[in-house]
């Protein structure tokens, strides 16, 4: 089945760039996502990107997505302090007539913005 | 627009009794609803996926006589945890899929605590 890899830790300056990688395997895989946790709280979808595609930019977001290595990566520009929290990919598998069907998640990338 | 909302954010309650959560989709419709488990730290599990009309389909290793997922319209789904022991305690959160989108939007998540 699939399996979706992340590092766990990411420490960035305020200001800096973030960029927070993320492997699957399923090569299958129709969409991939990229939610936000916040301490206590649920997941806010930040951003998704369609297997056909190599980029997708939304603001202060850049999803970058190398197919032939199953490779994604989120890039936040000036990385602000409220954009501490978890950062959890998930790819979808299709199932019956939707491209969304079964989500799997990494086990997500804290990230610390230091002042 | 997609949000979804979750009852009770925070539940205690006593071990051997049961416990419902409730899953809506407050502006959209959803044939789907999924449900998913959070331990600390850790990443989101999928446990079930509900669909309206139909039976749940379970993931391996998740009880169905243990949490009964009812999917009684197309914007509500329940999750009841039965003969709620500690370690049933956890983050549970719901999603549910919006189909013109074809996009997975989480609920705020309910703390289960099972003293």
């Known amino acids: 089945g699939e399996d979706v890899e992340q590092s766990l830790f990411l420490s960035v300056r305020e200001g800096d760039s973030s960029v927070i990688n993320c492997t699957y395997t399923d090569s299958s895989s129709t969409y991939l996502y990229w939610y936000k946790q916040e301490p206590g709280a649920g997941l806010q979808l930040l951003t998704y990107?369609?297997?056909?595609?190599d980029m997708k930019q939304d603001q202060r977001l850049t999803v970058l997505l190398n197919k032939k290595d199953k490779h994604l990566s989120l890039r936040i520009a000036d990385t602000q302090t409220g954009d501490s929290a978890i950062y959890f990919c998930a790819a979808a598998s299709p199932v019956g007539s939707s491209n969304t069907g079964k989500l799997i998640f990494g086990q997500g990338t804290t990230l610390q913005v230091k002042p | 627009g997609a949000v979804v909302s979750q009852h009770p954010s925070r539940v205690i309650c006593k071990s051997g009794t049961s416990v419902k959560i409730e899953c809506r989709s407050l502006d959209f419709q959803a044939t789907t609803m999924f449900w998913y488990r959070q331990f600390p730290k850790q990443s989101l599990m999928l446990m079930a996926t509900s669909n309206e009309g139909s039976k749940a389909t379970y993931e391996q290793g998740v009880e169905k006589d243990k949490f009964l997922i009812n999917h009684a319209s197309l914007t509500l789904s329940t999750l009841t945890v039965t003969s709620a022991h500690p370690e049933d305690s956890s983050f549970y959160i719901c999603?549910?899929?919006?189909?013109?989108?074809?996009?997975?939007?989480f609920g705020p998540g309910t703390r289960l605590t099972v003293l």
């Open positions: 990107i369609f297997s056909n595609m």
């Open positions: 999603s549910a899929a919006r189909l013109d989108t074809d996009t997975q939007y």
